[in-house]
Each structure stands twice: as structure tokens, then as C-alpha cells.
């Protein structure tokens, strides 16, 4: 199972410790690059940030079947798309106020961070979701049966700390149980590690990392990998119901300045969502083809059908957790509506 990963169980300790170093490192310069003013792009370049796994499935159907390209068309340009491959919302977020890239891909968490210190400069909002998917906090410890269970000898893999939806969605679970003043309180248990790494640590066990608050398909392939792996937390379970964990976002500038392109994105996303709903088995094809993923076939085309599971643009229950950043002042502007933070849009025009 581990060679899923390409990694050997010998190479596991090492290797999440260099990627812990590495995804930290991006956290400080992702803060300190908040006040960068990205350069202006000509009218027909998006150059797109996406991360690991299912959950950026739109923007692997897109990639592979050029959809972009094709809407461009309708308006009139020879769009050229550019990708980037990147772990945790903080080196995200640096990406796109540095000017490397246009659009992002991370969680709510990532966006709301970005969308309140840009506030009045930069203004980055919302493009659109990726779609509805739960994510689940694993554990290969048989003693941990919620969160309550972890203690300092644990170790809880997320993709970037505090910054990530999975950190933020943690926090809010932690301020459910023990209320809002010990919303951090688990904080300290919390290391970055991109998801493939701290995929094969759950699986081979042995390590300092004990939980991993992940995503489709790499917590499935957890649970199908170790008999001890089981799910302590779903996101939906904090959030109160299905929801857009990951989504994409960009500044005011470039979507001002690029429109034809920045409807010709929007318009693939939608065309992506639709090919999926529609043909789950080539997604899943597709989805292995662009990641060259070593994955089960089967568990990643009963994870794109899985009934909890929803693809589609228009941003779904993201107002609860950006309530909860506020209330805790993890943001200090508070928003009034989901709509503070996302552009408006026909795609997403149905969003909460």
C-alpha cells in the first residue's frame, strides 16, 4: 500500500519532517508577502494553484479536456492556462499575492485569512467552490475516539497549521467542546505535512504522526490501508451539514482587468462540475491520468459518487466557519455575509 506514495516505511520519518520544515517555511513568507502588489497580466494568461487531491477534481477535468481553452474561444481569446502544484494554504496565499499566480486553490480557511488582511488593498475574494466533500480527522490511535482522546504525545498532520480549513475546522470543533476560549487548544498537536506524506504515516503507523485531518481520496485510502485507522472527526458534523471546504480565489485586480478570461475560467468550472456529474468513471480517469496517481480505480470512482459528495461552483454553508474565525478573532474584519467574500457571480449566485 505504501508504494501508493512512492515512499518506503524506513523513509516516512524523514521525509514528513523535511515537508513539516518545508510547509512552515512557506507559512512565514506567506504572511509576510500579505502586503506584495501582484503585477498586472495581459488579457488571454491564467497561471492556477492547485493542491492534493479529489477535491481540485474540477480543475483536473478542466486541465485535461481544455476547457478553458475552449470557453476562451467564445470570447474571443487563445487563453494560455499555466499550473502550479502546491501544499497548504500559506504558500498558496505568498503564490498569488507575490504575482506568481492568478488563481488559487485552498480552503475556506486559506481564503477567509487572505480575503480579511487584503481587505482595501488587494481585496481577494472568492471565485467559486470545487464542490462539496467531507473531509474526516483519522486516526491510527484504537484509543482515540474524538478529538478529547489526543494527548501531547500525539501528533495531528494537517496541510498547513492554523492557516488550513482543516486546522480552522479543527479550532471550531475544539470551541464546540470546550468553548470558545480553548479554540486553540489543540493547536500545539498540529504539524504541516502534505497529505500523500502523512497518508503513508497513518498507513505504516510508527510515527510521531498519530492523526491526519486530510481529504478525499487520500482519507479513504487511509481507512481502506490500516485496520486501526478510523474517522474521530467529519467536517460536515462541525459545520452542520455539507459544505465547501476547498474553493479558489483571486484579487479584485486581476479579475478587473482580465473579465474575458476570468469568465472563461468560471465558465470551464461549471463545465467541469456538469462532465462530472455526468461521467464520474471518466473523471476518475481523468483524475489518474493528471496526477498520475497510483490509486485503486474503484475506491476513487465510489469516492466521486459517494451520495455526501457534490461538485458543483456555487460555494455551499462557508458563512458558519467565517463567523466562528471572527467570533475567536483568528479575522478582524467581520463579515456580514458570505457575499463579503466572494465576488458576485451568476455561477455562485445561489452560494451561502
Request: charged share 20%; hydrophobic share 40%.
Amino acid at each position: 500500500m505504501l508504494a501508493l506514495f512512492s515512499l518506503y516505511s524506513s523513509n516516512i520519518h524523514k521525509s514528513v519532517t523535511r515537508r513539516a520544515v518545508a510547509a512552515s517555511v512557506a507559512m512565514s513568507i506567506g504572511v509576510a508577502a500579505l502586503g506584495t502588489a501582484a503585477p498586472a497580466r495581459a488579457e488571454g494568461t491564467i497561471r492556477i494553484a492547485e493542491q492534493f487531491g479529489v477535491v481540485y477534481l474540477l480543475l483536473n477535468v478542466a486541465r485535461d479536456q481544455k476547457l478553458i481553452e475552449k470557453e476562451g474561444k467564445k470570447e474571443g481569446l487563445d487563453i494560455k492556462v499555466e499550473w502550479a502544484k502546491l501544499s497548504g494554504g500559506a504558500a498558496v496565499n505568498d503564490a498569488l499575492l507575490s504575482g506568481s499566480i492568478d488563481i488559487a486553490g485552498a480552503g475556506v480557511g486559506p481564503l477567509l485569512t487572505i480575503w480579511d488582511r487584503t481587505r482595501g488593498r488587494q481585496n481577494v475574494k472568492g471565485v467559486a467552490s470545487l464542490g462539496n466533500l467531507p473531509y474526516y480527522l483519522v486516526s491510527n490511535d484504537p484509543r482515540v475516539k474524538t478529538i478529547a482522546d489526543f494527548s501531547d504525545k500525539d501528533r495531528i498532520a494537517v496541510p498547513a497549521v492554523s492557516v488550513s480549513v482543516q486546522s480552522r475546522v479543527l479550532q471550531f470543533a475544539a470551541a464546540k467542546r470546550w468553548g470558545d476560549k480553548e479554540y486553540n487548544r489543540l493547536d500545539k498537536l498540529t504539524q504541516a505535512v502534505p497529505h500523500p506524506d502523512a497518508t503513508a504515516a497513518i498507513i505504516a503507523g510508527g510515527t510521531e504522526i498519530s492523526g491526519h485531518f486530510g481529504n478525499p481520496p487520500f482519507q479513504d485510502q487511509e481507512l481502506a490501508g490500516n485496520p486501526k485507522a478510523h474517522v474521530v472527526l467529519n467536517s460536515y458534523d462541525v459545520l452542520g451539514g455539507p459544505s465547501s471546504a476547498t474553493v479558489l480565489y483571486a484579487t479584485e485586480k486581476f479579475r478587473d482587468e482580465n473579465p474575458k478570461t476570468y469568465r472563461a475560467f468560471v465558465a470551464a468550472l461549471a463545465d467541469a462540475a456538469q462532465f462530472v456529474t455526468q461521467h464520474p468513471e471518466d473523471a476518475a480517469d481523468i483524475y489518474i491520468r493528471v496526477n498520475n496517481a497510483k490509486i485503486d480505480r474503484n475506491l476513487l470512482v465510489k469516492i466521486i459518487r459517494n451520495p455526501e459528495v457534490e461538485f458543483k461552483v456555487a460555494p455551499q454553508n462557508t458563512f458558519a466557519l467565517a463567523q466562528f474565525m471572527h467570533r475567536v478573532g483568528a479575522i478582524r474584519n467581520e463579515p456580514k455575509s458570505w457575499q463579503d467574500y466572494f465576488f458576485t457571480d451568476p455561477a455562485t449566485s445561489k452560494g451561502s
